[in-house]
C-alpha cells in the first residue's frame, strides 16, 4: 500500500499549517494512501549537533531522542508532505531541525569535500510541500521557506510534484475553502503518482 506521511513544522496546534496538512491527507487518503500526521512541536528534539557518527552508523546515534521516533516513518514513508508556516522569511526552528536531522541519510566519500549520496534515493518517492505567510506579496510571505524545504529534500531522494504558497493568512481558520480544495486535490495526485510508481512500501 502507498503509505503518505505529513509533517506539520508549526508550533500553534490547530493553526493553518496543520488545517492544510490534514486536506492534503484527506485527498490522498480517498485516493487509497494510507496517511499518517506528525506534528514536531510533539515531539522533544534537538537540531543536528555536527558529530558525524551517522557517517559511519548509517543512522542518527549521536542523539537519542525524539527523531528515533520519527525515522522509521520516513523510511516507511513513499510519500512526504512538509507544512509550514512562514516565520521570518524562512521554515519554522522546528522544522529547519528536523531537516538537518536527516543528515544521517547520506552517504559521504573519504576525501572532504567529496562525493555523496542519499540512502533514500531512487526509490520513487515523492513530495509536496506548502508554506502560509501573513503578507499579500510573495517574497514577504513565503520568502525562502518553500526553497528551503525543496532543495534538502529534492537531495534526499524526493521529487518535489506540488509546491503550495498560501498568502495572505494569519489567523486560525483563513485559508480559503478554494485553497483548501486544491490541498485535497494535490494529495489526491500524490497518492496516484505514488500508486502508478509502485514506490515504497
Not at 514536531?40 to 528534539?45: A, E, H
Not at 536531522?101 to 567529496?114: A, I, M, Q, T, V
Not at 537531495?155 to 493568512?169: H, R, T
Amino acid at each position: 500500500m502507498t503509505r503518505i506521511l505529513g509533517i506539520s513544522g508549526s508550533p500553534r496546534k490547530g493553526g493553518n499549517s496543520d488545517t492544510l496538512l490534514k486536506h492534503i491527507l484527506a485527498g490522498a487518503k480517498r485516493t487509497g494512501a494510507i496517511t499518517e500526521a506528525i506534528h514536531l512541536r510533539d515531539y522533544q528534539f534537538l537540531g543536528c549537533i555536527g558529530c558525524e557518527k551517522c557517517r559511519k552508523a548509517k543512522k542518527c546515534i549521536g542523539l537519542q531522542d525524539g527523531m528515533q521516533l520519527i525515522y522509521p516513518k520516513i523510511k516507511k514513508a513513499g510519500g512526504i508532505v512538509l507544512t509550514n508556516p512562514t516565520h521570518n522569511h524562512n521554515v519554522t526552528a522546528w522544522m529547519k531541525a528536523f531537516i538537518d536531522r536527516l543528515y544521517c541519510y547520506y552517504n559521504f566519500s573519504e576525501e572532504r569535500p567529496g562525493s555523496w549520496s542519499s540512502r533514500l534515493a531512487g526509490q520513487n518517492r515523492k513530495a509536496i510541500i506548502a508554506s502560509i505567510g501573513e503578507q499579500n506579496s510573495y517574497e514577504e510571505g513565503i520568502g525562502f521557506a518553500l526553497e528551503a524545504m525543496r532543495i534538502p529534500i529534492k537531495d534526499l531522494g524526493f521529487e518535489v510534484i506540488a509546491e503550495l504558497p498560501v498568502l495572505g493568512v494569519f489567523g486560525k481558520g483563513g485559508i480559503g475553502k478554494d485553497v483548501l480544495q486544491q490541498a485535497e486535490v494535490l494529495g489526491s495526485e500524490l497518492a496516484k503518482q505514488l500508486g502508478s510508481a509502485r514506490s515504497v512500501a
